[in-house]
């Protein structure tokens, strides 16, 4: 089975701090993903990345960066944590293309920022 | 762009009846359609897929959708809806205009089956 991990499940941060979220998946997937999930505007794509070292801006980016060392770990990184980031964070991984793409996703960080 | 709309925020179905939510896309070319559901506090679990071939596509759980070109629909549906089948219910499109092939998600359908 595919395994996407996520490094927290819930965590608390203040309003200025940098959070760094981690995601790892085992499938030797090339294309990694993060999004944010807020009641009634679904999931919405932050960042992804579809080799290592390499990131494309989703549709919501501001305030959020990425990084793509080794193929299996994505990290999303809030520079300097915002209330309006308070949100679910969910990772996923997938092939990079063809008919078998489709997306394996962690089971998500509920972020608070006070 | 290629988006799907999930008209009904909620549905709510009797246990053991048929159940169907709702999905209608816009996309430009071939779409790659994909229903996921998330139980609370939970991450989305892939259910099904349609890529080309047969209009009616059968997944997990029971769950088939079935692709309706002319409709440009993708209702996921179950002939007999389990209490357990309570849960938040996405629609999504392949997005074809970028490299990752990232996935368009709808807003949502909460589905409660009363017992």
């Known amino acids: 089975d595919v395994k996407v991990t996520q490094s927290s499940r819930y965590l608390v941060k203040r309003t200025g701090e940098k959070v760094f979220l981690e995601c790892v998946q085992d499938?030797?997937?090339?294309?990694m993903f993060w999004y944010r999930q807020d009641p009634g505007l679904g999931l919405r794509l932050i960042y992804f990345?579809?080799?290592?070292?390499?990131?494309e801006k989703g549709d919501i980016p501001e305030g959020y960066s990425v990084s793509r060392e080794k193929k299996e770990r994505f990290s999303l990184i809030l520079e300097s944590a915002s209330t309006n980031q308070t949100s679910m964070y969910l990772c996923?991984?997938?092939?990079?293309?063809?008919?078998?793409?489709?997306?394996?996703f962690g089971p998500g960080t509920r972020l608070t920022v006070l | 762009a290629q988006s799907v709309a999930q008209p009904e925020d909620q549905v709510n179905v009797a246990e053991g009846n048929p159940l169907t939510v709702k999905c209608t896309y816009s996309?430009?070319?071939?779409?790659?359609l994909f229903w996921y559901v998330q139980y609370p506090n939970r991450g989305l679990q892939f259910l099904l897929k349609?890529?080309?071939?047969?209009?009616l596509v059968k997944g997990s759980y029971g769950f088939e959708a079935e692709f309706n070109k002319s409709q440009t629909s993708f209702h996921l549906k179950k002939p007999s809806a389990l209490v357990s089948d309570s849960a938040l219910y996405f629609c999504?499109?392949?997005?074809?205009?970028?490299?990752?092939?990232?996935?368009?998600f709808g807003k949502g359908t909460s589905l409660l089956v009363t017992p």
């Open positions: 999504a499109v392949r997005d074809n205009s970028n490299s990752g092939y990232a996935l368009n």
């Open positions: 349609y890529i080309t071939g047969d209009n």
């Open positions: 996923a991984s997938s092939f990079r293309g063809g008919a078998n793409n489709e997306q394996f």
């Open positions: 996309v430009s070319g071939n779409p790659y």
């Open positions: 499938m030797d997937h090339e294309n």
């Open positions: 990345s579809y080799d290592v070292k390499m990131k």
